[in-house]
């Protein structure tokens, strides 16, 4: 029976609650994981709104800590304080609520000089609201994440050390631009010639691509011992094809669970030698005798070499001339000087010139001479 509702009477069934600003931010989350297709529900206990580093200090004083969130979230619910003090504290403390100030959306400043220095927050138009999860429950967050990181690692190395049999190829560094519907007409020669097999090709996130095998129909039964069998004996082909028209850098074998995750490659099996073996597996560079020089040639490092020397000395002797060069302290005397010895210089040059153009004094030339003697005949 619903509430206060009778034979005569409706109730309570047509009152609807008024939005507030609690429902109002529901809505806008609820919108904004519809537009950005979020499911809420798998992101509702995993997301940690505080900083790495936040978490890490509040891990090396829990409780005190604690107390310093409780303050800043009492502050928060007051919508009338703008400003909250704290006393003063040693610099790790401060660090941390400068940090947890800063996940909050708060603006936060040191004032005065030790040891009175104190943490001072500000309240400013970017903070919307405390965050809803505390720094305790955070950590069993991350806690929580790493032991499932660790389990599925765990995992995994268990999987390989079971030898799980290889289901896929894996080619690493495709080709840019390179499709699946490129790849498959490439490679269908190959891969649809193998018996009661299908292969499904994907690109991973890793920007690698999987080519991975399943049977044919849900009636065909085959062993994935028979599966790799198969994928070993077209391998060859297959990375031949894939290296000739250069459609990746590498192709080698690999093990998929159902959501494509690697689980094991053919490289790591190869991998499991320690380096140096590894290096000394490869050919050695076939040793050749030095060729000789001919008599009175030069090897072209000689010729080289001999350059470098030149130009060296060269650049060493120019920088001792520039060193022995007196420094001038009064640059504007300096270059008046300059200016008198060049007017003097013209000065005399002047003078000179002059005076080999005009006769010398006391002897009278060839052409005034004749003349005298003429006039003194008649």
Same mark, same amino acid.
């Given at each position: 029976m619903k509430c206060n509702a009778s034979k005569t009477s409706e109730g309570n069934t047509r009152k609807s609650l008024s939005c507030d600003d609690e429902c109002a931010r529901l809505e806008r989350n609820r919108k904004l994981a519809l537009a950005l297709n979020v499911d809420p529900e798998a992101h509702k206990d995993d997301h940690v709104p505080y900083s790495t580093e936040t978490l890490r200090m509040f891990r090396e004083s829990s409780k005190w800590a604690q107390q310093q969130e409780r303050e800043l979230r009492v502050f928060a619910?007051?919508?009338?304080? &703008?400003? %909250?003090?704290?006393k003063p504290m040693p610099s790790h403390q401060r660090s941390f609520l400068h940090s947890l100030a800063e996940d909050f959306g708060f603006d936060s400043e040191s004032m005065d000089p030790e040891p009175h220095r104190h943490v001072a927050v500000f309240k400013t138009p970017r903070f919307v609201m405390a965050p809803m999860k505390t720094l305790a429950e955070c950590i069993r967050i991350r806690l929580n994440a790493e032991a499932a990181a660790a389990s599925a690692i765990e995992e995994q190395r268990r999987l390989r050390s079971n030898n799980e049999a290889y289901n896929g190829f894996l080619l690493t560094l495709p080709r840019f631009g390179l499709t699946v519907e490129e790849l498959r007409s490439e490679v269908s020669a190959h891969i649809d010639a193998t018996p009661g097999l299908v292969f499904d090709i994907s690109f991973l996130p890793s920007e690698e691509i999987v080519i991975k095998a399943r049977p044919a129909t849900a009636s065909t039964n085959i062993s994935p011992s028979s599966t790799e069998a198969v994928l070993k004996a077209t391998k060859p082909a297959l990375a031949s094809s894939i290296s000739t028209k250069r459609l990746a850098a590498t192709c080698q074998l690999c093990t998929l669970d159902p959501s494509l995750n690697i689980l094991r490659r053919e490289l790591d099996a190869s991998g499991t030698t320690d380096g140096w073996s590894r290096v000394a597996a490869k050919a050695a560079a076939p040793r050749t005798a030095p060729k000789q020089m001919g008599v009175g040639k030069k090897s072209v490092y000689t010729v %080289?070499? @001999?350059? %470098?020397?030149?130009? &060296?000395? &060269?650049?060493?002797?120019?920088?001792?001339?520039?060193?022995?060069?007196?420094?001038?302290?009064?640059?504007?005397?300096? $270059?008046?000087?300059?200016?008198?010895?060049?007017?003097?210089?013209?000065?005399?040059?002047?003078?000179?010139t002059n005076h080999d153009d005009q006769p010398t004094n006391g002897v009278? @030339? @060839?052409?005034? $001479?004749?003349?005298?003697?003429?006039?003194?005949?008649?």
């Open positions: 619910a007051e919508e009338g304080e &703008k400003r %909250l003090r704290f %080289l070499g @001999s350059r %470098l020397k030149e130009a &060296k000395k &060269k650049k060493e002797e120019m920088e001792k001339a520039k060193a022995e060069e007196p420094v001038i302290d009064d640059w504007e005397e300096e $270059v008046r000087r300059e200016e008198e010895e060049k007017e003097e210089g013209k000065v005399i040059a002047g003078q000179e009278e @030339s @060839s052409d005034q $001479v004749d003349t005298t003697n003429a006039a003194t005949a008649q």
